[in-house]
């Protein structure tokens, strides 16, 4: 599968961005699956590092190997507006942040 990766930074909140054509290879990974993993973080500790960064609740979890990096993605709601948060689940590492509603595409 060809990937194109560019790194950028994002200039309001100085964090890195990495934008992925649209040839990613995601698969889902169950609460079972990830518990016979050494070294990740685990979901509470996910969240508290996007709760601190931003702020808000919680409305959305999921876990996921993509592209063989094992992430979660964390939805959050912050003053009415939606935040997606990815982290890679083996350094804590916010990687990605999605503005708005995916529903409003």
């Known amino acids: 599968i060809s990937i194109l990766a560019i790194n950028s930074k994002d200039k309001t909140t100085g964090l890195n961005i990495r934008e992925v054509s649209e040839n990613e290879v995601d698969e889902e990974i169950s609460q079972e699956q ?40 964390v939805e959050l709601k912050v003053n009415g507006e ?15 942040i999605e503005y708005g509603d995916e529903d409003d595409d």
Do not use: C, H
């Not at 939606?82 to 990605?96: D, M, Q």
């Open 82 to 96: 939606f935040i997606e948060v990815e982290i890679n689940a083996l350094t804590g590492e916010i990687t990605e």
């Open 34 to 73: 990830l518990t016979k993993i050494n070294g990740i973080i685990t979901r509470e500790q996910a969240e508290s590092i996007a709760l601190k960064r931003f702020g808000g609740i919680v409305v959305g979890f999921e876990s996921e190997k993509e592209n063989g990096r094992i992430q979660y993605d």
